[in-house]
């Protein structure tokens, strides 16, 4: 291969992936209000379980768990399916798959009994284990998928402004879901036009993923045959095992009571669904201004490090939910704007340190581990939280004492849960201690708060990785 051709290729490859990256973060953008939609706690569903259908808190609970359930229960399909075909193609069925199961809800709402809560909960709790199953399957294939393609030395940096750029569109979909259902006060028609916008938009998103140009950047390691040869390379990833035990610890602690945040919202601080729209909206747009210092910070940093200082900063607002009243219900605002902030470098640091942690020769496996284990503990959590309020409801006639006693659990975890996370070893990590000193600088915390421009011109000369 003579010297043109080398340079012909190597900027073709050049424009494919410049292509490649657009065309991700365009099919993110369309897929958001599905995504969004089928996540166990999210305006959508939160109106739909508890407005439209009144649905018992124990239902409600087993009904936010099966979204982990799927993600489990994915660790016996993943891998089988990545032996059939790549990791696109698996995603792209998978997500069809997903997007068939929500128009058939669209279709079938209007049959599901609304005066009969316990026929109500068995339709929909069937129904969101399938759908949830197939949306696992392609989660996964996405995390494999993305892994092949991007450079590791941009990811901290692009998959900042991807997921800001993302938590724009969910943040309108949020808006216009929880001003159209409470305008037309939780009708099962608004539902159905929120579920067909959301599919339309899916089929452009799943249009775009697959006509992508992506190419590996380099072979893929050989994975071992046996299971159990890729099963002892996951074992010997120490830091990967911390990773996933902290993980556990997290899932339980933000789904023990997490889904009931919102019902508590609805039922006992009397908020409409477009003022719960509304909080989540100041959330998403707090996070998607702070995504990108927080990607800067990780690129220099580590993620280990950032990430404990963004859980601590996120977690110690929440206790704030144990002093909460009708009275005093506006400090919502600020508590959802500055957990927004906070929480964005936490949640952006447990994708790319996954990333950096995962034995390659066993990458698939890893991931789905990873997820089968911590949603094992995700799903268990809701339907905890959903007896233990029942029980403790049935028994003290204070429901505000009951939540704030309750809302106690997931502060109080998830800082105990930080000393496994600072147990996790990652190359170039930086120490705890000098993530603290960035984060004291004007600039710095300026840029967390939305001002971007001041923080892109501190981090402009972050180190680049050598790999």
């Not at 991700?24 to 953008?29: D, I, K």
């Not at 696992?136 to 402004?161: D, H, L, T």
């Not at 900063?313 to 704030?320: D, E, G």
Request: with cysteine; aromatic share 12%; charged share 10%.
């Amino acid at each position: 291969m003579n010297a043109a051709t080398s340079r012909a290729n190597a900027q073709q490859h050049k424009a494919d992936l410049l292509r490649s990256l657009r065309l991700c973060t365009a099919e993110g953008v369309m897929a958001m209000p599905i995504v969004t939609m089928s996540l166990p706690v999210n305006v959508f569903m939160t109106a739909l379980v508890a407005k439209a259908y009144d649905l018992p808190k124990t239902t409600i609970g087993l009904i936010s768990a099966l979204p982990f359930l799927g993600n489990f229960l994915q660790i016996f399909i993943a891998g089988l399916l990545a032996r059939w075909r790549p990791p696109k193609v698996i995603c792209v069925g998978a997500a069809v798959l997903h997007l068939a199961s929500w128009a058939v809800l669209g279709v079938m709402l209007p049959f599901i009994p609304r005066g009969e809560a316990g026929a109500a909960g068995i339709w929909l709790s069937v129904w969101f284990l399938v759908t949830s199953c197939f949306g696992a399957v392609a989660g996964v294939s996405w995390n494999a998928w993305i892994q092949e393609w991007v450079p590791y030395r941009i990811r901290g940096k692009y998959f900042g402004r991807r997921n800001g750029t993302l938590q724009f569109s969910t943040l309108v979909f949020m808006l216009v879901a929880g001003w159209s259902l409470a305008k037309w006060d939780y009708a099962i028609p608004v539902f159905q036009a929120l579920i067909a916008g959301a599919c339309v938009m899916r089929v452009f998103s799943l249009r775009w993923q697959w006509i992508s140009p992506t190419r590996a950047r380099r072979a893929p390691p050989p994975e071992p045959s046996a299971l159990g040869d890729q099963l002892r390379l996951v074992l010997a990833a120490r830091s990967l095992l911390v990773f996933i035990a902290f993980g556990a610890v997290w899932s339980f602690a933000a789904n023990c009571f997490g889904p009931f945040y919102h019902v508590f919202m609805f039922e006992q601080l009397e908020l409409s669904a477009f003022d719960v729209g509304l909080l989540a909206t100041l959330a998403q747009l707090s996070g998607a201004l702070s995504l990108p210092a927080w990607g800067h910070l990780l690129d220099r940093f580590g993620n280990r490090p950032v990430m404990a200082v963004s859980l601590i900063l996120w977690q110690v607002q929440n206790f704030a939910w144990c002093f909460l009243t009708v009275e005093n219900r506006n400090l919502l605002y600020a508590m959802w704007i500055w957990g927004g902030a906070t929480g964005a470098g936490f949640i952006l640091g447990q994708f790319t340190l996954l990333l950096r942690l995962l034995p390659l020769e066993a990458r698939n496996l890893a991931i789905g581990l990873n997820l089968a284990v911590t949603s094992l503990f995700a799903a268990v959590a809701p339907v905890t939280g959903g007896f233990v309020l029942t029980w403790a409801l049935a028994r003290w006639s204070d429901p505000f004492a009951v939540h704030h006693v309750c809302f106690l659990v997931q502060p109080a975890l998830a800082l105990l849960g930080c000393a496994l996370l600072l147990r996790v070893r990652e190359p170039r990590a930086s120490p705890l201690t000098m993530v603290f000193g960035a984060m004291r600088n004007i600039r710095t915390l300026s840029g967390i708060f939305g001002l971007g421009f001041l923080v892109n011109h501190v981090f402009y000369r972050a180190q680049r990785d050598p790999r």
